[in-house]
């Protein structure tokens, strides 16, 4: 079946004033709720996966734009990890959604933590996909921070397009003050990572860091030797929907 049949696009007005442009599709909780990476958007093959699986599911399932990002409104350069956060908070909250599962990937992953803060025992489980907290820290040299730090736009090569991919000081100075692997975090509910060993953004042993980090007792953190950043085979995609289906909480 078509996407735009299944969940057509929509747009929610976000707490800056930005239309943020989303799919939901009611059904049954909680609610799987996909949080792409950087400079990614709802039409990623991960992201409509998820979707067309909750359709099959009978689940419901929200999928979005960031402001500056896919079909949104808004300027990417003004893009930070606690705006964004907070389009996501308001439109599971504008959509009644009582109960969520998160899914992040990459820049996602950190930002479900970050969601998750806020929506408290809303919040029924994470999935991170390759997951990279704290990447201004960690994903950076010291010549790189001392751009950023200088208010200047880092310029990288994208293995991912033509384009280079730019790192804007507002977003690195806004992740700077949201780091969360070394202070702990709070979550309690079940989490369940996803993280490919072949990966060459996100080192494999973030995952391990994030499992340490998380305060729940119920993380399992699931490795896979041939796997890239982009967990995106066809067998990465079955292990995601698995690993969502059984979730505990998810039935």
């Not at 959509?95 to 029924?124: N, P, R, T």
């Not at 751009?147 to 992740?175: I, K």
């Not at 975090?185 to 995952?207: C, E, K, M, N």
Request: charge should be negative.
């Amino acid at each position: 079946m078509d996407i735009d049949a299944i969940a057509p696009v929509a747009w929610f007005d976000g707490p800056n004033g930005l239309k943020i442009a989303h799919r939901f599709l009611p059904g049954a909780g909680p609610a799987v709720v996909f949080l792409p990476g950087y400079m990614s958007d709802m039409d990623g093959g991960k992201a409509q996966a998820v979707l067309r699986w909750a359709h099959a599911a009978g689940r419901a399932c929200l999928l979005l734009d960031y402001s500056g990002c896919g079909r949104s409104k808004g300027d990417f350069a003004d893009g930070t990890l606690s705006r964004w956060r907070d389009e996501v908070v308001a439109l599971v909250r504008a959509k009644g959604l009582g109960s969520v599962i998160l899914c992040g990937s990459s820049m996602g992953g950190w930002l479900m933590l970050l969601v998750a803060e806020v929506l408290g025992g809303a919040v029924a489980g994470l999935v991170g996909i390759a997951p990279a907290p704290d990447f201004t820290e960690w994903g950076f040299t010291a010549e790189q921070k001392e751009v950023l730090a200088a208010g200047e736009t880092l310029l990288e090569d994208n293995p991912y397009g033509p384009e280079p991919t730019p790192t804007h000081a507002g977003f690195w100075r806004d992740g700077q003050g949201l780091l969360r692997l070394e202070q702990g975090i709070g979550f309690t509910g079940p989490v369940r990572v996803l993280q490919g060993q072949a990966d060459p953004d996100v080192p494999w042993q973030t995952a391990l860091r994030l499992a340490d980090a998380l305060r729940s007792d119920d993380v399992q953190v699931m490795l896979v030797k041939d796997g890239d950043h982009r967990l995106s085979r066809e067998g990465d995609i079955a292990l995601l929907l698995r690993t969502i289906a059984t979730l505990p909480g998810a039935d």
